[in-house]
């Protein structure tokens, strides 16, 4: 009567679980589906199993015969003991558990029908959830998924499906068009039986449950493809678009396994027998966002590792319990409620169910959806102070959440004693804020606007964050800049080398200046840590020593009581710490607002250089650099380093204390110094004497002539050809002839205006077309400077010795 009652229950409520969504308070009961990748075959509940098992589990409610179900009890609250059981199971089944005491265990349901699996722990509190095994269909046009899910509307899903990738994944590969490589000429593709699983539906060969490997096996065709191609290791090269092996499926001696060919709907959505035949019953089918559905193939070693580096990101581990009660928090920290808010943004229908959801593979890309990766972006991003987000591209899709929850500028002000103040004053994720210079608290400083770094690229955070995304087996979905996947913690600088040169790490990209003003020019990350460091000194801490981002007591409020310079930091110092970037986002505009928050708390600030270049013309170089912030400026001390040695070479005037913006420049004449790489620096000298060395910066300068020559021809005497040399130190216009013995022209060699340096040409008596006899002859240079102040004249003499 119990288990009658029970299966009357799952065919009402409609939905896989048997009890509300509960709250994990203290011993309470809570059964967790758990899902294996083909990474995680190597773990203790999966165990030994046999050959051409595919024990991976997607962690959906439908599931096919004879394929294992994982489960996991959530030990929240001091859960230490554990009893599995079966309240419900199809009649003859003989599943059992590999353990029933264990908190992860594992069943494999032997019949179709309806599983309910019960967990009772420390003895007490239970929790129940339920299972429908079912067997595969195929996905053949027309005849099953088609109809409903292409033709009634609203359910046009079928139609999106047959343009991705998986729709054609399997037909690809056995037609040469994956992993092509050029072999004798001919363009080939390499393919393996074992891409198979993931290719396939619902490949196993040893379940008898309509899936491609059992199909495939018994009727042959997996040990029949690859007979007509050439083995390259494990693979088989296949000539690309060769139909040889399709056509083989579609014959009728293997055509059984044909729908269930490619990656279908039941890949991810079950086993549908069951939901077909009670004509589209939803109970019958799962429709889940949790990653697993993708990571039983993305999460595969070697060839499918970005599932393995997203189960690294917080992403993957939210949601963090914090916000999962909080519905205006949901579409952020909740996948599925994003994934509804992105269709319906108005009205999205937020349920408590949508607060127990990751913010998984399809809450970012639509399975159904072949446009641009399937990427669920929403244009017209407007930040909380009104800036409306133009630029970004597909970086858009990190920015509808990762941006600052209150507008800094219209918020922090002046504070009374009261607890709490970290929900209304902290930015949450400003990232978005502060790649396009926005947010802040500004204090009025209208030098701020404009300043961007990094805000112009293309497609954003995605440019930095997943630079080696055309790689299957990389961290690109990591998202995080540091890699720690190898053992040894590395920098991700491969999207900065296009811009920043060859650098391998972080550190390697140098401030303008001595910002934090410790007597070093170090990283830019480097130099904003301690910038950080000497704001943190001026805010109150709390009892741990960490600056007060949360008032816990009657002191803590009073730190902050009527103290608005003190609130501005903290705001400021907590705006830095949440963006996470420390300057990578954009230097300038972090670097400025800590330097205003500073000034703020009567802090005295170093002159910030925030930008100096060199460039060589003509012989000279000039330097430019610019200051945003001066404090107690004398000015700077030009040095140049030339053979080992600094020395300097002029001085420039400072603006003594200034918060505007300064530009400087200065000419030095480098032929004094020679040809070659010269370096520069400046020295900033404060009024009292200290001083502080910006970075360093090299120009490539070659000395022009500093006359006008012609030399002796080369060689001389000659014939046919001779070679003529001469310099000029101006930008000229150039006459050169040859005369005979008589002082006839025998030809004008040049007539011309040319830049200042050294030039040669050649006297090519053959090639001119000229009949001349062996004796004395003649060539002139008659030069004029373009501003017509310096001439010159010279003529020499060359024989021609036939």
Not at 341 to 365: E, F, L
């Amino acid at each position: 009567m119990h288990k009658l009652k029970l299966l009357v229950t799952i065919l009402t409520i409609g939905t896989f679980s048997l009890m509300p969504f509960l709250n994990t308070s203290a011993q309470t009961a809570k059964i967790k589906t758990l899902p294996i990748s083909p990474r995680l075959l190597t773990s203790s509940i999966v165990g030994s199993y046999p050959a051409g098992s595919n024990p991976v589990y997607s962690g959906n409610n439908v599931v096919a015969k004879g394929m294992p179900v994982y489960l996991t009890a959530d030990t929240t609250g001091g859960i230490n003991s554990f009893t599995w059981s079966f309240d419900l199971m199809p009649s003859g089944s003989n599943a059992t558990f590999n353990s029933t005491t264990d908190q992860n265990v594992k069943f494999t349901p032997d019949l179709t029908g309806w599983y309910a699996v019960k967990l009772t722990v420390n003895g007490g509190s239970t929790d129940v959830d339920s299972f429908y095994v079912s067997t595969y269909l195929g996905t053949p046009t027309s005849t099953m998924c088609d109809p409903c899910h292409q033709s009634y509307p609203g359910m046009e899903k079928y139609t999106g499906w047959v343009k991705t990738p998986h729709a054609n994944i399997f037909r690809e590969g056995i037609t040469g068009q994956l992993e092509t490589q050029n072999v004798n000429n001919m363009l080939v593709g390499t393919y393996s039986g074992s891409c198979f699983k993931c290719h396939t539906t619902g490949w196993d060969q040893n379940a008898n449950n309509g899936n491609f490997g059992y199909l495939a096996h018994q009727n042959g065709f997996d040990t029949t493809w690859y007979k007509t191609y050439t083995k390259s290791g494990s693979s088989y090269l296949i000539p690309t678009n060769d139909q040889t092996a399709w056509n083989l499926l579609n014959s009728s001696q293997y055509n059984s396994a044909l729908y269930t060919s490619n990656i279908g709907c039941e890949s991810c959505h079950g086993p549908a027998y069951g939901h077909l035949t009670t004509y589209g019953n939803t109970k019958y089918i799962s429709k889940s966002l949790d990653a697993g559905v993708c990571l039983q193939c993305h999460d595969a070693p070697t060839h499918h590792t970005i599932g393995t580096y997203y189960v690294t990101s917080v992403h993957y581990t939210f949601p963090d319990g914090e916000h999962t009660a909080r519905t205006s928090c949901y579409p952020c920290h909740s996948g599925s409620a994003y994934v509804k808010y992105v269709a319906n943004p108005t009205s999205p229908g937020y349920t408590a169910d949508d607060g127990d959801m990751n913010i998984s593979c399809a809450v970012c890309h639509d399975p159904l959806n072949a446009t641009n990766f399937g990427l669920r972006i929403m244009s017209n991003i407007t930040l909380l102070n009104g800036y409306a987000v133009a630029a970004g591209g597909n970086g858009q899709m990190c920015m509808r959440c990762h941006q600052a929850r209150i507008d800094g500028n219209a918020q922090i002000t002046d504070v009374a004693p009261y607890y709490g103040w970290k929900q209304h004053f902290e930015p949450m994720a400003p990232q978005t804020d502060m790649l396009f210079g926005q947010n802040a608290y500004e204090f009025g400083d209208t030098t701020l606007a404009g300043l961007n770094t990094h805000g112009s690229l293309s497609n954003a955070c995605v440019t930095c964050h997943m630079a080696n995304i055309g790689t299957g087996n990389s961290p690109s979905h990591q998202w995080g800049m540091i890699d720690t996947t190898g053992g040894t913690p590395h920098d991700l600088v491969g999207g900065c080398v296009t811009c920043h040169g060859p650098i391998t790490s972080f550190d390697d990209i140098k401030a303008a200046s001595d910002w934090d003003g410790n007597g070093k020019i170090e990283g830019v990350q480097t130099e904003i840590h301690g910038m950080m460091n000497i704001l943190a000194s001026y805010l109150p801490k709390d009892n741990t020593g960490a600056v007060l981002t949360s008032l816990s007591s009657n002191a803590d409020s009073m730190a902050i009581a009527n103290r608005p310079e003190i609130v501005k930091g903290i705001y400021t110092y907590e705006f830095i710490l949440t963006d996470g970037s420390y300057g990578v986002h954009n230097a300038k505009y972090t670097v400025k607002i800590l330097q205003d928050a500073l000034q703020n708390l009567g802090a005295v600030v170093p002159v910030e250089l925030i930008s100096f270049q060199a460039a060589a013309n003509n012989g000279n170089v000039t330097l430019n650099w610019q200051t945003a912030t001066e404090t107690n400026n004398k000015g700077f001390e030009i040095e140049k380093n030339y053979r080992n040695s600094w020395a300097p070479v002029g001085f420039v005037n400072g603006k003594g204390s200034s918060s505007q913006l300064n530009s400087y420049s200065y000419v030095d004449n480098s032929s004094n110094g020679g040809n070659g790489t010269i370096s520069y620096r400046l020295k900033q000298i404060d009024l009292n004497g200290t001083f502080h060395y910006s970075k360093v910066v090299e120009v490539s300068v070659v000395n022009g002539p500093k006359e006008y020559t012609l030399s002796q021809n080369y060689p001389n005497p000659f014939n046919p050809s001779t070679t003529i040399q001469y310099a000029l130190p101006f930008d000229s216009h150039v006459k050169i002839v040859v005369y005979n013995i008589t002082g006839a022209v025998v030809k004008v060699l040049e007539n011309s205006t040319q830049t200042s340096g050294n030039h040669q040409l050649i006297f090519n008596t053959e090639s001119s077309g000229l009949a001349l006899s062996s004796g004395i002859y003649f060539y002139s240079i008659e030069a004029t400077s373009i501003d017509g102040s310096r001439s010159f004249r010279q003529t020499k003499k060359m024989v021609l010795l036939k």
